[in-house]
């Protein structure tokens, strides 16, 4: 599942588009780097000015407008209220420390409310939308307010390295929303590397990746023995090999499923390698994280390379070989979009989009995986097979090759069918 259109100049439209497409509310993939590729977009697809624009509204019309606007206004005073008793409900969470997130009272919520739509002329699936936009904004209310956060839980003194990067930035954020004390150092800090690691209880490293290992071999040796070492790396065996060489003390590898942009925390997911475990530290790295809304993944090293080399690497590569083979065509992308299918919109949204960012970071991403050569040389020879097949007219070829991906999808496919296709619908609602 994407969110599809994200780019137009504004954060709050953005915000709205993301949220109205895929699973209501689902913005786990904004990130944001640079508004101007989809607004260049909007620019060259925009229909023409309708000519009656100019036309004076009828009164009639104006009137019913007017109504409209009242019973707006009455929507926000009633969802202004609605958020009074969401900080109440917060409160009462964390004194009894029941979790944010109660799916069997949200499943009640939503039948209840788009039964009452019957009749009302306004769709079930509109209904649904508005409410799960509510919860989804409930549930982040309430972690900002810390529901979630234990009353007992230990705090402590982070120190958190490359904190002016933008996970660093991000980091820094959530330690301290939970209540813990960052000590943020940079390249531009007077707080050195060294200094913030021995006096700090946790040291997370929060570097580009090239950079991650030397990083580690300063952090490791001046660390208190009882503190503990992460990172935010995406990926792990080499960072958590690092980090168990140089310091002896508790190690946990994590990697967050989700970029520094994004707009809200409740049910994304981070990664977790406990590679040593000394003083209850994964205790209270599960429960820092849970309080904040993250669902942790627990696995080990060399399985989150070998499935992010899909997530990630698979990903990224056939974007980049999408956007050369385009330029390399010289095809103009204005003429494309005059031909665009919902689709091709789709695809070339998320392409544009990906050059719109830093290739260092897609870079030390891909290479940076230790199974990069595996993958990238199994999408040559699977690109190659459906050239051969297309460019020699073996039809049979095609269909048995069709088949065999259509076998692996198994149940998956019908579902991202269906999926795909509301994305698509609603798309197309949009232009």
Same mark, same amino acid.
């Given at each position: 599942?994407?969110? *599809?259109?994200?780019?137009?100049?504004?954060?709050?439209?953005?915000?709205?588009?993301?949220?109205?497409?895929?699973?209501?509310?689902?913005?786990?993939?904004?990130?944001?780097?640079?508004?101007?590729?989809?607004?260049?977009?909007?620019?060259?697809?925009?229909?023409?000015?309708?000519? &009656?624009?100019?036309?004076?509204?009828?009164?009639?019309?104006?009137?019913?407008?007017?109504?409209?606007? +009242?019973?707006?206004?009455?929507?926000?005073?009633?969802?202004?209220?609605?958020?009074?008793?969401? /900080?109440?409900?917060?409160?009462?969470?964390?004194?009894?420390?029941?979790?944010?997130?109660?799916?069997?009272?949200?499943?009640?919520?939503?039948?209840?409310?788009?039964?009452?739509?019957?009749?009302?002329?306004?769709?079930?699936?509109?209904? +649904?939308?508005?409410?799960?936009?509510?919860?989804?904004?409930?549930?982040?209310?309430?972690?900002?307010?810390?529901?979630?956060?234990?009353?007992?839980?230990?705090?402590?003194?982070?120190?958190?390295? =490359?904190?002016? =990067?933008?996970? =660093?930035?991000?980091?820094?954020?959530?330690?301290?929303?939970?209540?813990?004390?960052?000590?943020?150092?940079?390249?531009?800090?007077?707080?050195? *590397?060294?200094?913030?690691?021995?006096?700090?209880?946790?040291?997370?490293?929060?570097?580009?990746?090239?950079?991650? $290992?030397?990083?580690?071999?300063?952090?490791?040796?001046?660390?208190?023995?009882?503190?503990?070492?992460?990172?935010?790396?995406?990926?792990?065996?080499?960072?958590?090999?690092?980090?168990?060489?140089?310091?002896?003390?508790?190690?946990?590898?994590?990697?967050?499923?989700?970029?520094?942009?994004?707009?809200?925390?409740?049910?994304? &997911?981070?990664?977790?390698?406990? !590679?040593?475990?000394?003083?209850?530290?994964?205790?209270?790295?599960?429960?820092?994280?849970?309080?904040?809304?993250?669902?942790?993944?627990?696995?080990?090293?060399?399985?989150?390379?070998?499935?992010?080399?899909?997530?990630?690497?698979?990903?990224?590569?056939?974007? $980049?070989?999408?956007?050369?083979?385009?330029?390399?065509?010289?095809?103009?992308?204005?003429?494309?979009?005059?031909?665009?299918?919902?689709?091709?919109?789709? $695809?070339?949204?998320?392409?544009?989009?990906?050059?719109?960012?830093?290739?260092?970071?897609?870079?030390?991403?891909? !290479?940076?995986?230790?199974?990069?050569?595996?993958?990238?040389?199994?999408?040559?020879?699977? !690109? +190659? +097979?459906?050239? /051969?097949?297309?460019?020699?007219?073996?039809?049979? &070829?095609?269909?048995?090759?069709?088949?065999?991906?259509?076998?692996?999808? =198994?149940?998956?496919?019908?579902?991202?069918?269906?999926?795909?296709?509301?994305?698509?619908?609603?798309?197309?609602?949009?232009?």
């Amino acid at each position: 599942m994407v969110a *599809i259109l994200r780019g137009i100049p504004c954060k709050t439209c953005v915000r709205d588009t993301v949220n109205w497409l895929g699973n209501p509310g689902d913005s786990r993939l904004v990130t944001l780097p640079d508004c101007r590729v989809i607004a260049h977009h909007v620019a060259m697809t925009a229909p023409p000015p309708d000519d &009656r624009t100019d036309q004076p509204v009828p009164p009639a019309l104006q009137a019913l407008r007017d109504r409209i606007d +009242e019973v707006d206004l009455q929507l926000v005073d009633l969802l202004g209220a609605r958020a009074k008793l969401i /900080t109440e409900v917060a409160a009462v969470k964390r004194d009894t420390g029941v979790p944010i997130k109660d799916p069997a009272r949200e499943a009640s919520l939503l039948a209840s409310r788009t039964a009452r739509a019957v009749g009302t002329g306004v769709s079930a699936d509109t209904v +649904e939308g508005l409410f799960r936009l509510l919860l989804r904004a409930s549930r982040d209310r309430q972690a900002g307010l810390r529901a979630a956060v234990p009353t007992d839980l230990r705090l402590c003194t982070v120190a958190v390295i =490359g904190a002016h =990067g933008g996970m =660093g930035r991000l980091w820094t954020s959530l330690l301290e929303t939970v209540g813990h004390t960052v000590l943020p150092v940079d390249l531009d800090t007077d707080l050195s *590397i060294t200094d913030a690691a021995a006096r700090a209880d946790v040291v997370l490293v929060a570097v580009p990746i090239d950079s991650t $290992e030397s990083v580690i071999a300063q952090v490791g040796p001046v660390m208190r023995p009882d503190a503990l070492l992460t990172d935010i790396t995406s990926v792990k065996v080499a960072p958590v090999t690092a980090m168990c060489e140089h310091f002896g003390g508790a190690v946990i590898g994590t990697h967050p499923l989700f970029g520094p942009s994004v707009r809200s925390l409740q049910n994304q &997911r981070i990664a977790m390698v406990t !590679a040593r475990d000394a003083n209850n530290w994964s205790d209270w790295l599960h429960t820092t994280y849970a309080a904040l809304g993250l669902t942790l993944l627990q696995t080990n090293a060399d399985s989150h390379d070998r499935i992010m080399a899909v997530v990630q690497v698979l990903t990224h590569h056939a974007t $980049e070989v999408m956007g050369r083979t385009m330029q390399a065509m010289g095809v103009s992308v204005q003429d494309t979009l005059e031909f665009t299918s919902p689709v091709y919109r789709m $695809e070339l949204l998320m392409t544009a989009r990906h050059f719109a960012q830093d290739p260092d970071l897609y870079r030390a991403i891909e !290479a940076g995986n230790p199974n990069c050569t595996a993958v990238t040389e199994a999408f040559r020879r699977s !690109a +190659e +097979e459906f050239s /051969t097949a297309l460019t020699v007219g073996d039809a049979e &070829r095609f269909r048995a090759m069709f088949g065999e991906v259509t076998a692996f999808f =198994g149940d998956f496919a019908p579902g991202a069918l269906a999926q795909s296709s509301a994305l698509i619908e609603r798309l197309v609602e949009m232009e």
